[in-house]
């Protein structure tokens, strides 16, 4: 008892130092902006009330002339810290004009795992660098990764990445909702008029056409909300702030100049960001004659449509209804695979509920063995994108640590049913239904082991001693990993690369070489040493097994003799996880079924072939 507890409190403590508190903000300086825009711009101060920087042109006929206000210059992670992959925002520059077009947009920083390569994080700014020349006025759809990337006045259509569905809805989501917070809380009309557009899942090009819950049928203005999102939240709060340090003369000299509202992010497989109409914007400030002036009045232009805003604002639907909308349609579109996993599962618990059937015949229990290893790495590995990872966890702690919510992992629906399972199987088993069954890298080092036995090459059996030390090293990496999440997260980035499944599952050993041969490394490790990552080097691994006190079933039949005198099973076993006194160590326990097949085996359990000879005995006369 008081070991469990020991166990408990180390793991409450070690979650806990992941759940400190982070905050994330823009670090831009002026003179970091003057650099990134372009030479003709003049960068403003950053604005009083927002953390926005305006961006003037001189008139090159009259020099003596104010500069004139064209665009607005900001970081997203002020506005919108959408959390990616890694569950840490991603930070974009913006350049938006006065009539909501994005002159540029340019990824700073992202922690997403499989892009931190120059090569991924090429492949995020491209995606990023697709929304310039866009504006609000577009319906913008995330397509796949080959998507010929077609727009017109109306639609947009932009290339999505490869295994990057999460990172570059985040991007999507970020862009979208930090440009409504800049431009709704600039509103003249203040906070009640703040209109910031709800979106869904296109099902079609047709239906991006045809937006629904309109008050006039032959409008093709969305509906909008006035007070569903954060943007509009934290829009509001600038406007009223803005608002009442504007003295009251100079209110009377305002100009408004129109400025856009835009729509919520859409999900990146088929993502969708609606059209929106313009809104009015206040531009009142002080005028200067030099590049680093701040904000002028500025003359509306003409071609600038006017603001309209709905009579009917309850009728658009909510962020959350439309964030769930989203969920529903990233789970549908992957039903088939959604579909197979279930079914897997359905076989895998069976069969381990009716272990002893199940492992009566060695042989069988083999090919059984084998033919759903492959499945795990075949199709949960590297066809559905499956692979559990220490990542998702550390996503978890740094998201809750800053305030976020675990949504981001909603889009991914084969994690969310694996978590799941692997929830429910480690109160019931432990550790080993995931580590023994599901892991798709587990497999790959198990079926290796397989192919090395077939050739004749045997992995080799550790001293206890050395095994038991060894087996510990994989919860120190798990405790440094957890402590760098807060104290040190470039570190915690180069530990999180310690899980080679990222190279050897999710990119196909498609990485820069380093990567590659850690992972290589790790396979051929199990050529010699069973399942030696598993067993001393995995920290997701230790994370499952930190927490086998709350197993609820020693599920190994034993009987008295085992440990003293027969030690069969403990010979037997390829990962070492019986003691010389007989008791089964569940943490390192990985559910192959072996020493279950042998308590059945009258052939190979000692207690049984001496009740057989026994026996015998009694029956010769």
């Known amino acids: ?155 947009a259509h932009v290339k999505g990445v ?46 991006l056409r045809e937006p629904r819950d309109l008050k006039d049928p032959k409008d093709p203005r969305p509906v909008l909300a006035a007070d569903d999102s954060k943007a509009a939240a934290t829009a509001r709060a600038a406007a009223e702030t803005a608002e009442s340090r504007v003295p009251a003369a100079e209110k009377k000299n305002e100009v408004t100049t129109p400025a856009p509202s835009l729509a919520q992010a859409g999900p990146a497989s088929a993502g969708r960001t609606g059209p929106v109409t313009p809104v009015g914007e206040s531009v009142a400030a002080t005028a200067s004659a030099t590049e680093s002036a701040l904000a002028q009045p500025v003359e509306e232009s003409a071609a600038s449509p006017s603001a309209v805003l709905p009579s009917n604002p309850s009728a658009a639907p909510t962020a959350s209804s439309t964030d769930m909308q989203d969920w529903i349609d990233a789970w549908q579109s992957r039903s088939p695979h959604i579909l197979i ?24 229990l083999r090919s059984l063995r084998t033919v759903y290893l492959l499945f795990t790495l075949g199709f949960i590995g590297w066809t559905a994108q499956g692979q ?37 199987t480690l109160l019931v088993w432990g550790r080993g239904t995931f580590c023994g069954w ?65 190279t050897a599952i999710s990119l196909y050993f498609m990485r820069d070489w380093p990567y590659v041969a850690w992972a290589v490394f790790c396979l051929l490790l199990s050529v010699f040493v069973y399942r030696g990552y598993c067993r001393y080097i995995c920290p997701l691994g230790a994370a499952l097994a930190s927490v086998g006190f709350l197993r609820v079933w020693s599920w190994i039949p034993r009987r008295q003799e085992c440990g003293t ?24 326990c990985f559910q192959c079924l072996d020493c279950v097949s042998i308590y059945q085996d009258e052939q190979r359990c000692f207690p049984l072939i001496r009740l057989r000879t026994a026996e015998r005995a009694v029956i010769k006369p």
């Open 1 to 155: 008892m008081c070991k469990k507890l020991r166990d408990l409190l180390a793991v409450i403590g070690l979650i806990l130092c992941g759940l400190l508190p982070q905050a994330y903000a823009g670090n831009l300086a002026k003179g970091d902006i003057e650099r990134m825009v372009d030479y003709f711009y003049g960068v403003g101060e950053i604005l009083p009330d927002l953390p926005v920087y305006p961006l003037f042109v001189k008139d090159a006929a009259q020099p003596e002339a104010k500069p004139e206000l064209r665009a607005y210059v900001f970081e997203t992670i002020d506005f919108a810290p959408a959390r990616g992959y890694s569950g840490k925002p991603i930070n974009l520059l913006i350049i938006m004009d006065l009539s909501g077009n994005f002159l540029k947009v340019r990824l700073l920083d992202h922690k997403e795992p499989l892009f931190l390569d120059s090569a991924g994080t090429l492949k995020l700014e491209r995606f990023a660098a697709q929304y310039k020349g866009l504006s609000t006025r577009h319906t913008v759809e995330i397509g796949p990764y080959n998507d010929p990337g077609l727009r017109d006045e109306q639609v």
């Open 162 to 207: 490869q295994q990057g569905t999460i990172s570059v809805k985040a991007i999507n989501r970020a862009i979208v909702h930090a440009a409504a917070a800049v431009a709704t809380a600039r509103l003249k009309t203040g906070a009640e008029d703040s209109p910031v557009a709800m979106s869904r899942e296109a099902k079609d090009v047709k239906e």
């Open 341 to 364: 996993l279930l079914s897997g599962l359905t076989v895998l618990s069976i069969g381990l509920i009716a272990q002893r059937r199940l492992s009566a015949s060695p042989k069988r």
């Open 388 to 424: 559990l990872t220490i990542v998702n966890l550390t996503a978890a702690l740094e998201s809750l640590s800053s305030g976020g919510d675990l949504g981001f992992l909603m889009n991914d629906p084969m994690t969310i049913i694996l978590w799941l399972f692997v929830g429910v």
């Open 438 to 502: 599901l892991c798709p890298f587990g497999a790959l080092q198990e079926l290796i082991s397989l192919l090395a036995n077939a050739i004749g090459k045997k992995q080799r059996r550790l001293r206890a001693a050395l095994d038991a030390r060894l087996k510990g090293l994989k919860y120190l990496i798990l405790a440094v990993l957890i402590v760098s999440l807060y104290a040190s997260p470039p570190l915690a980035e180069l530990l999180v690369e310690i899980e080679p499944f990222k």
């Open 565 to 588: 005198p027969c030690q069969t099973c403990r010979h037997r076993c390829e990962y070492q996880a019986i003691s010389p006194a007989g008791p089964i160590n569940y943490r390192e």
